[in-house]
């Protein structure tokens, strides 16, 4: 039924579309974005100043036409060159991705109150049972926030400091900062499954671990697999600057050529990464089609 206004409110509400809560919540967002406009001193107008227009307008003219030679491009040696690092930012993409994954599905299921403390798998279960659960979902629910409260560049600079520079580290780091974001994705997208299913499973016998596989995992694998190819995208974007810290890829080109204001090679470096992203982005859609 649609909402009535009456006196004031009707004439405002002809006027404007907006009921009066709605016209105060958006009148409130604007004061936030305002005052978050303000913290963060945007400033539009820096863009068009003198000096942004002479620097923007140097890497312009020095960028192009961007750096092309065999060396640059192929490097001395295999494991040398702009292309290798490209190669590379994608293997650590592939191996982080596929780490994480097999942290953040133990990580999901703990962390998953329908799994282990609420929910038809747990009405007759014993008030220690459930107690036990709570705090397993409790621990989970900690372990997965922290994982991914410390970005990624953070996270490869503590493994550069571990173990020394080189791609693995950066392996280490996209892994561990995304099973924080998939456990809990895949812990959020188990506690929406049907009730009903599970239900029905765990009436014909099954344990509750076979309810969980046999009720709630088929009903979310489909959503489970398509955000985590996502996610796979997201690492190659973040691979590419991992470099920076020294944990491998083509961030190290980056950083490299922008320190030293090599603008034609930092244009080819550029490229380089849309491209790589403009592929994945592809191959992403690709794999999801197929899996729908």
């Known amino acids: ?27 409130g967002g604007c004061v936030i974005l ?37 060396e640059y491009l192929l490097g001395r040696s295999l494991r040398d ?23 953040a599905v133990p990580l999901g299921l703990t962390s998953a109150a329908t799994v282990t403390h609420r929910g038809p798998l747990y009405r007759n279960a014993s008030a220690g049972r459930i107690a036990v659960g709570r705090g397993l979902y409790h621990a989970s629910r900690t372990v997965l926030s ?6 990624g560049i953070v996270w490869g600079f503590l493994f550069v400091t571990a173990i020394g520079l080189g791609p693995f580290a950066g392996v280490l780091a996209l892994a561990v900062h995304n099973a924080g974001v ?28 076979q309810a ?31 470099g920076f810290v020294g944990a491998g890829g083509v961030g190290y ?3 490299i050529t922008i320190q030293r204001l090599q603008y034609g090679k930092l244009s080819t470096a550029i490229l380089a990464v849309f491209a790589l992203v403009v592929t994945s982005d592809w191959l992403g859609s690709q794999l999801r089609t197929r899996l729908g």
Not at 220 to 238: D, F, G, M
């Open 182 to 209: 998939l456990g809990k994705l895949y812990a959020d997208f188990l506690e929406d499954t049907d009730p009903m299913t599970t239900e029905a499973v765990a009436g014909s016998g099954a344990t509750r671990l």
């Open 146 to 151: 922290f994982l991914r409260s410390v970005p």
């Open 81 to 103: 060159g702009l292309l290798w690092a490209i190669v590379e930012t994608l293997a650590i993409s592939v191996v982080g991705t596929t780490l994480a994954v097999a942290l």
């Open 1 to 27: 039924m649609s909402e009535k206004y009456s006196g004031p409110d009707a004439a405002q509400h002809a006027a404007t579309g907006l009921s009066k809560g709605q016209l105060t919540t958006l009148l």
């Open 253 to 255: 080109y980056l950083v």
């Open 212 to 242: 969980v596989c046999h009720g709630m995992v088929p009903q979310v694998t489909p959503t489970i697999a398509s955000y985590t190819l996502y996610r796979w995208e997201c690492t190659i974007r973040s691979a590419a600057i991992l």
């Open 34 to 70: 305002a005052t978050a406009a303000w913290i963060a001193e945007v400033d539009p107008m820096a863009l068009f100043a003198a000096g942004a227009r002479e620097q923007m307008g140097a890497f312009v003219a020095e960028g192009f036409p961007p750096e092309t030679g065999r």
